[in-house]
């Protein structure tokens, strides 16, 4: 027999980028007393890695609990980036309802329609909470309306339409169901969630069905598989069935070693769980997402949808250029490998590939800024490597058209840059879908463009546009492959020769193009050391020293002056390399380099390729 379990709320707050659903967290679990008094608390603790803390955005879904007048409330932060999106599309199936979090300002964003469609997809109860009224152009009830017009857009059913507002602000703690009320603390929304967010349904009677929708990974421990009793009870020393909905052929016998329960930020060991509670169980070596933890004489898989598959890959391979391993603690093809294949551990949404060689691996995630990730974090931790240019991953239809990703994205830009924006887009085979003004004056484009019309424009939009421009972008499907069009108009820069570099060779290098090295930094022949001002590659010296001549003296190199280097970020560089050119990536460094380091076999491979 069904019952509900009045003890217990299992809530997901699902967001837009930077909408502040970690910093609503923090609130939460400081006002409900996870913390001691004197105890200091780093802001966004939620945000364990050094990636998430810096860039200020969360990448890995986390879990922590709260109690509130005597209900303990599980609580999933969710990342708001369309490249995470495989993360909140597993989580969400954990929990009963969600806080939708809309930014008082900025209003609907495109990552706000797509979390919440996939809330909505799942028939979960929906809290929209408006954050930031605080701003001194915030703009809540106008962002009333956008948010009830996306819920009609997306199809909610009446109930959902029909789902309470509060207004917030999470960093000054405080959250109210009228505007006109005084602002006190978080208490208006623990009691929404209480009134509002059913409580979670099962049979405890009945045989064990755990699914598993996270997975947690640590060296003591190995994998740690987390998920939502659905029925019966779980207990230290069962012996279940582990099970895959899409994989018939996945039917092992486990025993549940340990068993814990999510209090605060901690994990608390339990013997037993029941209907509704969110458990990590560890000691399954192969357990991963989607697969069911089942009891009883016929055990039974849950349905679980499929992960997004992914758009784009990479190839990542051994440094070989002639700097190589002097930088990184791990440069070898089998370092290499094993670090890929054990972030597929945790990362669902990743694939990694072997190639024809046992030098190079393909990688394959949701966007550029999933793969730039991992790259960050490899480098961090000591690796050395080298990475190719992002490329699309096509498809072919039943008549064998190709078939290429594709992306909506949404512009924000002021008006006198709108035309140049247009041009670009429109030069990338992006197809113009809406234009609308926002009450700031600056213009909103919507464009359909191929997510390969994408790569390497972020850079080119910002200058564009003086830093001024924002740009969303989310999956959109796949269609008939758009055509051809040219990616980099301007040419690279390489160094001639190996050496160290000179300020004279420097002075006359930067008449060329914009240079992306300073004086006495080590290069080698065939290395990319700026960007040309025309449409080809240039070859320069920049180790030439000047010849000493008996009626000058050396010190007149002094008075060249230099213009400081571009210093290219990760993703810079990502969207900066062309096909013929490689990241080379070092805990210290990051070089661009000709694939093919010689000069002379460059043209030649240069040559046989227009022949074909």
Not at 120 to 129: N, P, Q
Not at 425 to 437: C, D, N, P, Q, V
Not at 575 to 598: C, Y
Request: hydrophobic share 35%; with cysteine.
């Amino acid at each position: 027999m069904k019952i509900k379990r009045e003890d217990v709320r299992n809530v997901a707050i699902i967001a837009h980028v930077d909408h502040g659903k970690t910093t609503l967290v923090d609130q939460l679990l400081k006002q409900s007393g996870v913390f001691r008094e004197n105890q200091e608390v780093q802001e966004r603790v939620m945000d364990s890695n050094d990636i998430e803390r810096e860039r200020g955005i969360t990448i890995l879904s986390k879990n922590t609990a709260v109690h509130y007048k005597g209900v303990k409330i599980n609580i999933i932060d969710t990342p708001g980036h369309a490249d995470f999106g495989g993360e909140v599309e597993r989580v969400l199936k954990m929990v009963d309802g969600v806080i939708l979090l809309v930014d008082a300002f900025e209003g609907a964003m495109p990552q706000t329609k797509f979390v919440l469609k996939k809330a909505l997809e799942l028939s979960l109860h929906v809290i929209v909470c408006i954050n930031k009224i605080d701003r001194p152009e915030a703009r809540p009830k106008e962002v009333i309306d956008e948010v009830l017009e996306l819920l009609m857009d997306l199809e909610a059913s009446d109930e959902q339409l029909d789902c309470p507002f509060l207004y917030a602000s999470a960093k000054a703690g405080h959250a109210v169901l009228d505007l006109k009320d005084t602002p006190e603390n978080m208490a208006p929304l623990f009691d929404t969630i209480l009134k509002y967010i059913p409580a979670p349904e099962g049979d405890p009677e009945a045989d064990t069905q755990v699914l598993i929708s996270t997975i947690d990974y640590n060296e003591y421990v190995g994998r740690i598989g987390v998920g939502k009793v659905e029925n019966g009870t779980i207990a230290v020393n069962q012996e279940l069935m582990l099970l895959n909905h899409h994989d018939a052929s996945k039917h092992t016998r486990v025993k549940i070693s340990k068993l814990y329960e999510f209090d605060g930020l901690t994990k608390v060991e339990v013997r037993q769980a029941t209907v509704g509670s969110i458990v990590a169980i560890s000691g399954i070596t192969d357990i991963h997402i989607g697969d069911t933890l089942a009891g009883g004489d016929h055990p039974e898989a849950i349905p679980f949808q499929k992960i997004s598959e992914p758009t784009i890959a990479m190839n990542f391979m051994v440094n070989d250029s002639p700097l190589a391993g002097q930088e990184g603690k791990y440069v070898t093809s089998r370092h290499l490998r094993d670090r890929l294949y054990r972030e597929l551990n945790t990362d669902v949404s990743l694939r990694v590939e072997d190639t024809d060689t046992t030098e190079c691996f393909k990688v394959s995630g949701r966007g550029e800024l999933h793969l730039s990730v991992l790259i960050e974090n490899m480098r961090r931790e000591g690796y050395e490597f080298a990475v190719s240019k992002p490329e699309v991953l096509y498809k072919y239809d039943e008549r064998n058209r190709k078939l290429e990703p594709m992306e909506v994205a949404y512009v924000d830009v002021p008006e006198e840059f709108s035309g140049t924006i247009i041009q670009m887009l429109s030069e990338r085979k992006g197809e113009l879908a809406g234009m609308s003004t926002a009450s700031d004056g600056s213009i909103r484009l919507e464009f359909r463009i191929p997510s390969r019309g994408l790569i390497g424009f972020r850079g080119d939009f910002l200058t564009s546009t003086k830093g001024t421009g924002i740009i969303n972008t989310i999956f959109d499907g796949y269609s008939p492959y758009k055509g051809d069009f040219p990616y980099r108009k301007q040419g690279s820069l390489i160094a001639f020769e190996a050496g160290e570099t000179v300020t004279y060779g420097l002075f006359s290098a930067q008449e060329r193009g914009s240079l992306f090295v300073g004086p006495g930094e080590k290069v080698y022949a065939g290395m990319v050391i700026g960007q040309s001002g025309k449409g080809e590659d240039i070859e320069l010296n920049v180790c030439k020293t000047k010849h000493l001549t008996n009626t000058r003296s050396s010190n007149a190199d002094e008075a060249l002056k230099l213009t400081p280097p571009r210093i290219l970020s990760l993703e810079q560089c990502i969207e900066f390399i062309d096909w013929d050119e490689l990241l080379e990536v070092t805990p210290k460094s990051l070089r661009i380099r000709k694939r093919i380091l010689d000069a002379r076999d460059r043209k030649r491979a240069a040559f046989h390729n227009k022949q074909q």
